[in-house]
């Protein structure tokens, strides 16, 4: 497998290179972490209409601000780094609210009150794995609708409706008898099918998590996270 962009070159080529292509590559970041933080909000109590207005106006200003280039490396994943100025922004809000001085262009301000001064990226906590959760689901439907596509796109989309719950996140799979008269094919068609299915999912999610990590020897070891985060959810 060839080792896509990551995250990190990705934003170290907006560091060196012009406002527009800049923006373009920070974009993409951002798409990267929308639900991520969408579902962050709503487990700290914000209401629906809250969450899609401040997810819009965090990532606008954040784009918009210079806090992203006090982005690094040594200190951790990416995700935590874009957690970290998340609990920032909130924290300050939060501050303001509590002084009754809350108003308008809070998140603009706490940006540039992080561009100048940092942050301490945060430690393991229940809103860290909290958070890691949400990423790991975010990747796991990624790659889901990407596979889905590709049944779809070769005419396969009722083939698609039975054996996609042999993969995770599914409903309790049938039998694989079930399944073969279902479709209509053989037991051992049946077998290889899902074989090939479980094995094109795992393609896409490995690089999908490639994305996210330096090198590729990381890789392994964030498929493992995101196996634990996801199973210490549902144990």
């Not at 819009?56 to 006090?70: D, P």
Request: with cysteine; proline share 4%.
């Amino acid at each position: 497998m060839s080792f896509p962009t990551t995250q990190w070159t990705r934003l170290g080529a907006a560091s060196l290179h012009g406002d527009t292509h800049s923006r373009g590559l920070l974009d993409g970041l951002c798409r990267d972490y929308q639900e991520p933080v969408r579902a962050f909000l709503r487990m700290r109590g914000y209401a629906e209409h809250e969450v899609d207005d401040f997810t819009q106006e965090f990532f606008a200003q954040f784009l918009a601000s210079r806090a992203w280039k006090r982005a690094d490396r040594a200190q951790g994943r990416f995700r935590t780094f874009v957690l970290g100025i998340l609990m920032h922004v909130i924290g300050h809000e939060t501050a303001k609210a509590h002084t009754g001085k809350r108003g308008g262009g809070e998140i603009a301000a706490s940006l540039e009150e992080l561009a100048e001064n940092g942050f301490e990226p945060p430690g393991e906590s229940p809103a860290t794995l909290a958070f890691d959760r949400e990423w790991a689901l975010s990747l796991m439907n990624a790659a889901l609708d990407t596979v889905e596509k590709s049944f779809v796109d070769q005419g396969q989309a009722a083939q698609w409706q039975v054996l996609c719950d042999f993969l995770p996140g599914g409903s309790a799979p049938p039998t694989y008898e079930d399944a073969a008269a279902r479709l209509g094919m053989s037991l051992p068609a049946v077998t290889t099918a899902v074989h090939r299915l479980r094995q094109s999912f795992r393609d896409v999610l490995r690089r999908a998590v490639a994305r996210t990590v330096e090198a590729p020897h990381e890789v392994e070891a964030e498929l493992a996270h995101l196996r634990d985060v996801l199973s210490a959810k549902d144990s």
